[in-house]
DNA sequence: CACAGTAATGCAATCAAATTGCATTTTTAT
DNA sequence: ATAAAAATGCAATTTGATTGCATTACTGTG
């Protein structure tokens, strides 16, 4: 599916800038989600520290971007399918946290139905799956 | 079960020192996991800043407690089954991440099992549940 | 139980991440 | 083209975490 930054700003009535056109466009570069200092160091001075959190801040309320903890607190982003809107993310999907890369992968797995204890009640659900990559473990097989 | 912290300082070989009794006392009192700053500002004075972090990590290190992120990227901690080992954290069970009050409980609910893509070797798992928790829903309930 | 060796603690300093305030620049509607 | 509103960049601040080192506390041995 391709991305165009565009039209994702016109739909969310959001001002189109060149800074933000700039963090979609490399956010959109990859499938596996980018971590913010990640994407700090690509977009280098470009953009200014602040104003990518500004923005990736309001990509997230808007419902354009998913925003991934890794287990040091790293916030890493992604882009939402198209089912997700300002009043709820639809991230239902498992995610992939390579202990070898640490990169975040979003997978085709959905999280399965959990009975929760009487009186809880769960609204949406987070699974991350730690374990060594596909891209990795190639990478040990050939050595 | 009864949390003994100078058994458990013998058990993992570590010095019996009163903070890192006082740590364990603290983390032990409630069933769900405290963060970070709900620790600091509860030991107050008592220990130094630093040397909570430093005991919050041997604890995580040696398998006494384990280390919950919350959304915020905020860590919480909570005294690891019997079965965690310095090798291996065995922390397969469901959290619940209330949204309303914000604390995290460890659910006796297992992480059910799910198929990775091809070429993904999952070794461990860790699923948030969030939402409204039962002591949050009866306090709506009797408003 | 005293003592020596070793490890843990506390404090100050440093480093890093995130937020705030405000002047300047850019966008968009007219 | 213009004016109002919003976004950006920069400096300053706040907050979170780490490091180095002198002092203090623990533990095993005699
Ligand atoms: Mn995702
Ligand atoms: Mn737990
Ligand atoms: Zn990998
Ligand atoms: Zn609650």
Redesign the interface.
């Known amino acids: 599916m391709k991305i165009n930054p565009v039209n994702i700003l016109k739909e969310h009535s959001l001002k189109h800038t060149k800074q933000r056109v700039r963090v979609l466009e490399e956010i959109a570069l990859d499938t596996v989600a980018i971590s913010q200092p990640e994407l700090e160091k690509k977009l280098g001075k470009e953009i200014d520290r602040v104003t990518l959190y500004r923005i990736l801040n309001i990509y997230e309320d808007k419902g354009i971007l998913h925003?991934i903890?890794d287990?040091n607190?790293?916030?890493n982003y992604a882009i939402c399918s198209s089912s997700c809107s300002e009043e709820h993310h639809h991230d239902e999907h498992?995610h992939?946290n390579c202990?070898s890369c640490s990169k975040i992968?979003c997978?085709?797995?959905t999280?399965?139905k959990?009975?929760?204890?009487?009186?809880?009640?769960?609204?949406?659900?987070?699974?991350?799956?730690?374990?060594?990559?596909?891209k990795c473990?190639?990478l040990v097989k050939e050595n």
């Open positions: 925003r903890m287990m607190g790293t916030a498992v992939f202990t992968y997978l085709d797995v999280v399965p959990m009975v929760m204890p009487h009186g809880f009640k769960a609204v949406s659900m987070n699974t991350t799956a730690y374990g060594i990559c596909e473990n190639l």
